[in-house]
């Protein structure tokens, strides 16, 4: 699920999803994720969450929070499934 609600199944989908949105959407954006937090479910699983930030190359930054599944294959942490969003604009 991205940032702004879509959903997308299968690695295809994924793929043509990040393109739009890294090529197109938020071309030069920047993206910074906080330390958050890290709950272990088991040795190879772990639940990831904490707030975000996008700068768009305009100068506008928007803030988020996302929780992300992850897990082990041999020295590193591979996101298995992401929920990104972003808090609504300030009045």
Same mark, same amino acid.
Do not use: D, F, S
């Given at each position: 699920m991205g940032a702004f609600g879509d959903v997308q199944h299968g690695?295809? *989908?994924i793929a043509a999803a990040f393109?739009?949105?890294l090529q197109e959407r938020m071309a030069g954006a920047t993206v910074q994720?906080? *330390?958050g937090t890290v709950r272990m479910l088991s040795p190879e699983i772990a639940v990831w969450q904490g707030g975000i930030q996008i700068r768009l190359p305009g100068g506008t930054l928007l803030r988020g929070h996302a929780v992300q599944?992850?897990?082990?294959?041999?020295d590193r942490w591979l996101v298995v499934e992401?929920?990104?969003k972003l808090f609504p604009a300030a009045p």
């Open positions: 690695r295809g *989908q393109r739009h949105l994720q906080e *330390q599944v992850m897990r082990r294959v041999g992401a929920h990104p």
